[in-house]
């Protein structure tokens, strides 16, 4: 697994200091409200648990599942909701949060989708954001890093289904990919 991995981008203490930073902003802007909390499977999960222990204000807790079409590390931008929210939104200060932002076609998605149900308020929240691949413009309210355009697995992003355990993020090697394309 070791092999797979070209460097460290993150650290897993860098991403500590960072989402307790983005847990205190959170909780400050949102200060005296309650929130509706909606991670996006799965790549979310692993910052999406983090992020919460840090916020001190009263919050629910939904997910959503969606996929996109295209190929393995990139996207076509048709999105499908896989899994919709259990709990109706009327009422409710939304904030999405999202693994990474690349061409920013499935936060627009969500963000239309879900604005369309009538929030009191919704903002996005992703702890990586990779601006340089934008196709369409989206608002991201809270970012954790801007990095550049690779292809990164660990903390809960993946490639095919593994690597979300890593705890760092990472850059994956080209040939990883690229070998599994040529099967
Ligand atoms: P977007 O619709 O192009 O903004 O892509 C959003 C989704 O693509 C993310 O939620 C990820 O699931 C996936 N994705 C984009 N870039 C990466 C990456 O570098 N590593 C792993 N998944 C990624």
New binding site residues.
């Given amino acids: 697994m070791q092999d797979d991995i070209a460097q460290i981008l993150v650290s897993a203490a860098d991403i500590r200091r960072r989402v307790k930073e983005m847990g205190r902003d959170i909780s400050r802007d949102y200060a005296g409200k309650e929130l509706l909390v909606v991670g996006?499977l799965?790549?979310?999960i692993i910052f999406l648990s983090d992020l919460v222990r840090e916020l001190s204000i009263p919050l629910q807790l939904d997910f959503m599942a969606?996929s996109?079409y295209?190929d393995d590390?990139?996207?076509s931008?048709a999105?499908r909701i896989l899994k919709d929210l259990e709990v109706s939104v009327e009422d409710k200060h939304l904030l999405i949060v999202?693994?990474?932002?690349?061409?920013?076609?499935?936060?627009?998605?969500l963000l239309e989708n879900l604005r369309a149900r009538q929030p009191l308020s919704i903002r996005t929240c992703t702890l990586?954001d990779?601006p340089e691949?934008?196709?369409v413009e989206?608002k991201v309210d809270y970012c954790g890093f801007c990095?550049p355009d690779?292809?990164?697995?660990g903390y809960g992003?993946?490639?095919s289904q593994m690597y979300r355990h890593l705890p760092d993020i990472c850059v994956?090697k080209p040939e990883v990919y690229e070998q599994r394309r040529k099967k």
């Avoid at 999202?98 to 061409?103: A, C, M, N, Q, S």
């Avoid at 690779?150 to 697995?153: K, P, Q």
């Fill in positions: 996006i799965k790549g979310a969606v996109s295209g590390t990139s996207t931008g999105v999202e693994d990474i932002v690349d061409t920013g076609l499935t936060l627009k998605y990586l990779k691949r934008r196709q989206v990095i690779y292809f990164v697995v992003l993946d490639y994956l």
